[in-house]
């Protein structure tokens, strides 16, 4: 084998699923894409924000839907990122797109980044963790596959050079954050 392969080193992606934050049930609100969050998924936004911060993972970019709820997540949790000034960008067509285009979104993203946040809705992002995870921690993949909570936060890593190599069952689940979870760490 010849030494530079050898000595190749793997690329990786990393990969953050969020989903929005807890919003208005309010029936006065007569558009689904326009529903806030309410003060309970602020403050689970901002936590799980921080635990990202605090454990050193470092989005270098943000997709998120274009609904109000999914913006007002990512507004709270890149804040917390605010000296990396990663670039953001909300697209309408990732508003309750389904699994398969959140998927094909994926691969998709620019090459530039190793490290995406996607913030956006369920079932879409439960459904789109479970279908590219292929290992990780027993405990976290059970939690998982019991729910995604509002405000929850799956990391998965790829050893892939480009988006586009991503694969179903290729990902290695490496962390969820979960505001209930928390709390009860605090």
Request: charged share 25%; hydrophobic share 40%; net charge positive.
């Amino acid at each position: 084998m010849r030494r530079d392969v050898l000595h190749k080193k793997i690329a990786m992606k990393t990969l953050f699923l969020m989903r929005h934050g807890k919003a208005v049930q309010d029936d006065s609100v007569e558009n689904d894409h326009e529903r806030s969050l309410t003060p309970r998924g602020v403050r689970a936004a901002r936590r799980v924000g921080r635990a990202i911060a605090k454990d050193g993972l470092r989005p270098d970019f943000f997709l998120c839907s274009s609904a109000r709820r999914t913006v007002e997540t990512l507004d709270v949790v890149a804040d917390v990122f605010s000296f990396a000034k990663a670039p953001i960008l909300q697209e309408p067509q990732l508003y309750l797109c389904g699994c398969n285009v959140l998927f094909d979104r994926v691969q998709a993203l620019p090459e530039q980044y190793n490290s995406v946040m996607v913030v956006g809705h369920n079932p879409d992002v439960h459904l789109l963790s479970q279908l590219l995870i292929h290992s990780g921690d027993a405990g976290l993949m059970e939690s998982l596959l019991r729910k995604f909570p509002t405000a929850g936060c799956a990391v998965l890593m790829f050893s892939v050079e480009q988006w586009r190599e991503i694969a179903p069952y290729t990902g290695r689940f490496v962390q969820f954050y979960q505001p209930k979870a928390l709390d009860a760490e605090s």
